[in-house]
């Protein structure tokens, strides 16, 4: 069973940094493809970035530049550092797995982490 962990969300100010962790349980965590997304008040949840089980890393438009997505496969950790944070990055962060190998159909899900930029 895949079970998914977020930490290190908090109230910062903008122009600060914070480091998401995301510890994974279960099967095939080096082997599949791992993701962060974020949901706002009133928003959709969007995607942030991706990461292959080569640590090829791709990113939204809104955050490339500042985030960086990262994986510790022996530790089954998936990672977001985020800098030169904004107001508008406020949101509650989830990481995810991909169903299977190659996919990038996420199928599972952590419960978040409240992420809240002050101005």
């Known amino acids: 069973q895949v079970q998914l962990v977020e930490s290190g969300g908090g109230l910062v100010q903008a122009g600060d940094s914070l480091r998401l962790s995301c510890a994974a349980s279960g099967r095939a965590f080096s082997s599949y493809y791992m993701g962060w997304f974020r949901q706002a008040p009133g928003k959709e949840r969007e995607f942030v970035a991706t990461i292959s089980w080569r640590t090829s890393a791709y990113y939204s438009d809104s955050v490339k530049g500042r985030f960086t997505i990262s994986r510790d496969n022996a530790k089954n950790t998936l990672y977001l550092q985020m800098n030169s944070l904004k107001v508008e990055d406020t949101a509650v962060y989830y990481c995810?797995?991909?169903?299977?190998?190659?996919?990038?159909?996420?199928?599972?899900w952590g419960q978040g982490t409240q992420v809240t930029v002050s101005s």
């Open positions: 995810a797995k991909a169903d299977r190998w190659a996919s990038l159909v996420y199928e599972y």
